[in-house]
């Protein structure tokens, strides 16, 4: 049965230039999924869009000497240029500055409000006495006290992932200008009661059947902490304002109204009517990709925020990713550890090599590490020898020794072909599982079964034609399920095939009087030296 599926990847920060972890992290298995679903017949409404809120933006533009809007401007056009370039698919890529976003926030604000789930208190919020102003998230940093990270932000570690308070972090100190000359002052703010929904965000947790394993832990975990009412706004210029007169000069804090911006990308696509109907709509099935230090936001706060609101349903999947070092070593620009999309655009290497080696490596359910020459050795040894050399093969025979017309099968070989289907149904299972990883793995075996039969039968030698046959629907079905992993690849190979026959399952039809068109090579083996862009652009 075909389905109505939305699709969403964490929304990133317009503070920086990506990296090669962000974008495993959620835009592309998000992009693989949504691809595959295409392929699968379902209506995929795949969105995104830049976090252009709250105190890192801000924080981002006082250092850079420009204001917030100038940092979003610049930022998100070189977000949306080089997700683009990745071939992420995406349906829309919108951003939270827009005022759908600011609107749809607003009120869903005020349903939760109107539903009783927004508490006021009294708390104690960082002030630096050294330059006179308050300090909110990231405009303070200190010692995670969970991890000892010592550049830990006031909202959140970044190497442990905890969600903290300013008054969490030992020895605290200002961002902007060192000073440890910190004060607390009090303040009123508004909190989100999730305290009066944990039994439900539990219940959901638990009876979840599609959510991974990792992402249960690391969510009940949290839950086992004890979940308490959460602050949801800021002392900040730059953000959405609250729709309340004793609270209109604050905005609301970032993982409040980020993750709303999922039904204001929709919106931003769709218009407002019809985007709210989708979201509400429990038919339509609701997935979203998310790195490690998004699952609690996905799994706990945005699930509370839903409860509360009332109107939307509760997510289908939430992907939770592990996290991508490079070679060992974290990924950080200052210190030229890792490799960033704009390098990688401006390199000679192939996108779809990019795209087929961090699918290889996908951190579903562990920490993975990029390493230059395990992307050259898969590259090598399972793109291009396996599949692009039966490719290869196959299509340059029937081309020169056939011209170009795909034989006939003589004889049925019924051991292969349940093979080739047994393959099938475990791929289509595993994209179904959102399991991606396997998903390649398989295809690359459905190549390696159609290699090695190709070496058995020798066509060559014996002039039975039908180990080519064969081997033409194999690189056909090869060639779909590794299509949304590798596109502009797979465009070329269909072109070669010269077919439309997009079905997920073996199809001998598709052989019926068909005529190939010419093959070219498609993969040019890396080496070393290709690297050498990146060990330049780090001096």
């Known amino acids: 049965m075909k389905e109505t599926k939305i699709i969403t990847a964490a929304l990133p920060y317009v503070n920086n230039i990506p990296h090669l972890g962000n974008l495993l992290g959620s835009h592309l298995p998000a992009d693989v999924y949504a691809r595959y679903c295409r392929l699968n017949g379902d209506n995929v409404i795949f969105v995104g869009g830049t976090d252009e809120n709250g105190a890192a933006t801000e924080f981002t533009a006082y250092k850079e000497g420009i204001t917030p809007k100038e940092l979003c401007d610049k930022y998100y056009k070189i977000h949306k240029d080089l997700y683009a370039k990745f071939n992420i698919s995406y349906d829309n890529f919108s951003r939270t500055s827009k005022d759908i976003h600011h609107k749809l926030v607003q009120e869903f604000f005020l349903n939760l409000y109107t539903n009783g789930f927004i508490t006021s208190k009294t708390i104690k919020q960082p002030f630096c006495e050294n330059c006179k102003r ?38 605290p ?74 609270y209109n000069e604050k905005v609301f804090y970032v993982w409040f109204d980020n993750v709303i911006g999922y039904i204001s990308s929709t919106a931003d696509l769709l218009g407002e009517e019809k985007a709210i109907e989708l979201w509400k709509d429990k038919s339509v099935k609701n997935y979203y990709f998310v790195g490690k230090d998004n699952i609690p936001f996905h799994t706990i706060f945005w699930p509370g925020q839903i409860i509360g609101e009332g109107r939307f349903h509760l997510p289908e999947n939430v992907c939770g990713y592990q996290y991508l070092n490079f070679e060992g070593q974290k990924f950080s620009k200052s210190k030229s550890v890792g490799i960033f999309l704009d390098e990688v655009v401006a390199s000679n290497i192939p996108i779809d090599y990019w795209r087929f080696y961090l699918t290889y490596i996908l951190t579903e359910t562990k920490d993975a590490d990029f390493v230059i020459n395990d992307f050259i050795d898969r590259i090598n040894k399972e793109l291009i020898d396996n599949f692009g050399n039966y490719v290869n093969r196959v299509l340059n025979f029937i081309y020169v020794k056939l011209n170009g017309k795909v034989p006939e099968i003589k004889q049925k070989d019924v051991d292969l072909e349940k093979q080739i289907s ?40 014996t002039g039975d034609y039908s180990s080519l046959a064969y081997g033409y629907e194999i690189i056909r079905l090869v060639t779909l399920f590794l299509s949304p992993i590798i596109p502009s690849s797979c465009e070329k190979i269909f072109d070669f095939l010269n077919t439309d026959n997009k079905k997920l399952a073996f199809d001998l039809r598709s052989i019926k009087d068909k005529k190939i068109n010419k093959p070219e090579i498609l993969f040019t083996k890396l080496e070393e030296k290709d690297f050498d862009f990146f060990l330049k652009s780090k001096k």
């Open 422 to 461: 047994e393959c099938v149904e475990r791929i289509n299972g595993f994209y179904s599982k959102i399991e991606l990883r396997y998903a390649l793995y398989d295809a690359l075996k459905l190549s390696d079964l159609g290699n090695k039969y190709l070496n058995e039968k020798e066509p060559w030698k």
């Open 134 to 171: 308050g300090l909110a998230d990231r405009f303070i940093k200190g010692t995670c006290p969970h991890c000892g990270y010592e550049e830990a932000n006031g909202d959140q570690c970044e190497q442990c992932g905890s969600v903290l308070n300013p008054i969490d972090l030992i020895n």
């Open 173 to 246: 100190y200002c961002a902007m200008c060192g000073s440890k000359n910190i004060i607390f002052k009090d303040s009123s703010h508004l909190f989100l009661n999730l305290k009066s929904v944990v039994k439900d965000i539990e219940n959901w947790i638990d009876t979840n059947p599609n959510l991974r394993s990792q992402v249960k832990s690391l969510a009940k975990g949290w839950i086992k902490q004890g979940i308490e009412e959460r602050c949801i706004t800021r002392d900040l210029n730059w953000g959405v304002r609250v729709p309340l007169s004793e």
